[in-house]
T-cell receptor
Framework: NAGVTQTPKFQVLKTGQSMTLQCAQD?????MSWYRQDPGMGLRLIHY???????DQGEVPNGYNVSRSTTEDFPLRLLSAAPSQTSVYFC????????????FGSGTRLTVV | GNSVTQMEGPVTLSEEAFLTINCTYT??????LFWYVQYPGEGLQLLLK?????DKGSNKGFEATYRKETTSFHLEKGSVQVSDSAVYFC????????????FGSGTRLLVRP
């Protein structure tokens, strides 16, 4: 049981480049989210999805796009990377509404130079 | 909107000391509450949860009680170990259709031998 798989684990980008962070879960979970983690700021929600074909913005969506064409996959796209997007990115999923917790991936450490 | 506030760290303790990490929340209704733990270089793991008032979540010697009167969910452990050194996050799950997870800023715990 792989859980939530994020790729790549590390990435260095130049300012202005674009890339996609991949997230896949094999638990048939409806709810998926992307967070970024910065020192002293906890985890901030970027985008989330409540099911295939449905996405919405979180707290810090600017500069990022998402899509949810399948239940399993929830990729995060950086349109034009900026140094302010240097962060650790976590994907998470949950199969239940309300009382259930989320399962997290191991993260992608992104550096934009 | 809903929010979670945690005590600032770092918290430094000697092995076998008593641990309390304070967490309070602001929310409409009665959301489910969670504690997550992040060990160095890893993703977040669900430590414990409580889904209604007066519930006590427990795991690995850690406990937290859902107190609606004080809107609190403080994390406690009677005797910490060096291996408990990590960052601890308090979180609530939204009760609207998004079922998003909202995090506090995290509290770093360092346990010295």
């Amino acid at each position: 049981n792989a859980g939530v798989t994020q790729t790549p684990k590390f990435q260095v980008l130049k300012t202005g480049q674009s890339m996609t962070l991949q997230c896949a879960q094999d638990m048939n979970h409806e709810y998926m989210s992307w967070y970024r983690q910065d020192p002293g700021m906890g985890l901030r929600l970027i985008h989330y999805s409540v099911g295939a074909g449905i996405t919405d913005q979180g707290e810090v969506p600017n500069g990022y796009n998402v899509s949810r064409s399948t239940t399993e996959d929830f990729p995060l796209r950086l349109l034009s990377a900026a140094p302010s997007q240097t962060s650790v990115y976590f994907c998470a999923s949950s199969g239940t509404a309300g009382s259930g917790g989320y399962t997290f991936g191991s993260g992608t450490r992104l550096t934009v130079v | 909107g809903n929010s979670v506030t945690q005590m600032e760290g770092p918290v430094t303790l000697s092995e076998e000391a008593f641990l309390t990490i304070n967490c309070t929340y602001t929310a409409t209704g009665y959301p489910s509450l969670f504690w997550y733990v992040q060990y160095p270089g890893e993703g977040l793991q669900l430590l414990l949860k409580a889904t209604k008032a007066d519930d006590k979540g427990s795991n690995k010697g850690f406990e937290a009680t859902y107190r609606k009167e004080t809107t609190s969910f403080h994390l406690e452990k009677g005797s910490v170990q060096v291996s408990d050194s990590a960052v601890y996050f308090c979180a609530l799950r939204e009760m609207d259709s998004s079922y998003k997870l909202i995090f506090g800023s995290g509290t770093r715990l360092l346990v010295r031998p």
